[in-house]
């Protein structure tokens, strides 16, 4: 089965080895990662899985981070990875609540360098607002004249807390794509429950730009919810995403065929969506 998983995470042999001094650096890191059960997987660990999956492709995203200086590092290490490996492509990372000029400069110069777009960002804990349009607009400007994605954690305003959850509720990415309708958006994790408002003919009509991805769905929902939102959203705005190295890539892939889609939507959301969008 030719598949694309959108939402995977890999880090540099380093922040494995020294887990602890990644933690101090960056807050974000130390919340999804600072617990030794919480898995961090390397190169070693993606050329594996290639090698066993010749129809795999991996979009493999930043977590977004907050230190300048780790996010460059990390930036390098994806543009790295997606050089060596032509089943890869990567989404890096920037922090729009660096001082005024520096998103844009690191955009830019990993752009150049062949990075898809960025992601997943995490507005909450990088102390950003996803809502400041003065701010992201000379940042979503220049992603737009270059056809760059833009990734951004999603959090559901109700149900159990997790390490890294938010507040990236529906009502704010609800308003960023409404702000932005040329910028191509993934809305992680389902978008926290937003499509069931595309049943608002108003909303349908307006966010012709988004998709939305089944990252951690098992962690989430009841599998039926991929064929639910797929009657809401059509097949075509859907994408497959596992979580790896949180959630393993096969058993997202057999969660979700338990929610009874046929061949041809199962193919759109598992490999025909990603490859147009990221001119695969």
Not at 107 to 113: A, D, G, H, P, S
Request: net charge negative.
């Amino acid at each position: 089965m030719n598949l694309i998983d959108v939402h995977t995470h890999f880090f540099p042999d380093d922040m494995k080895s020294n887990r602890i001094k990644y933690c101090k650096i960056d807050a974000n890191f130390n919340q999804l990662y600072a617990n030794d059960n919480a898995q961090i997987y390397t190169e070693d660990d993606l050329k594996m899985i290639l090698d066993n999956n010749s129809k795999l492709k991996i979009v493999i995203q930043s977590i977004g981070y907050i230190d300048y200086e780790l996010t460059k590092y990390t930036n390098d290490f994806l543009i790295e990875l997606s050089h060596k490996y032509s089943q890869v492509k990567t989404l890096g990372s920037i922090n729009p609540a660096w001082s005024e000029g520096k998103s844009v400069d690191e955009l830019k110069r990993i752009k150049k360098l062949g990075i898809s777009g960025i992601g997943e960002l995490h507005p909450d804990i990088q102390g950003f607002n996803l809502l400041d349009f003065n701010m992201m607009n000379p940042i979503v400007d220049y992603m737009v004249e270059n056809k760059m994605i833009f990734s951004v954690h999603s959090s559901e305003p109700v149900g159990h807390i997790y390490n890294g959850k938010g507040k990236m509720y529906p009502s704010i990415l609800y308003s960023f794509a409404l702000q932005y309708p040329e910028l191509k958006i993934i809305f992680a994790h389902l978008g926290g429950g937003l499509p069931i408002y595309f049943l608002m003919p108003e909303v349908s009509k307006e966010l012709n730009n988004v998709y939305f991805d089944t990252a951690a769905i098992d962690f989430l929902y009841d599998s039926s919810i991929v064929k639910i939102f797929k009657q809401i959203l059509g097949d075509n705005k859907i994408l497959f995403g596992s979580d790896y190295g949180l959630i393993n890539i096969y058993r997202a892939v057999d969660y979700i065929k338990k929610s009874d889609l046929d061949t041809n939507n199962l193919n759109n959301i598992f490999y025909n969506n990603a490859k147009q969008l990221f001119s695969w």
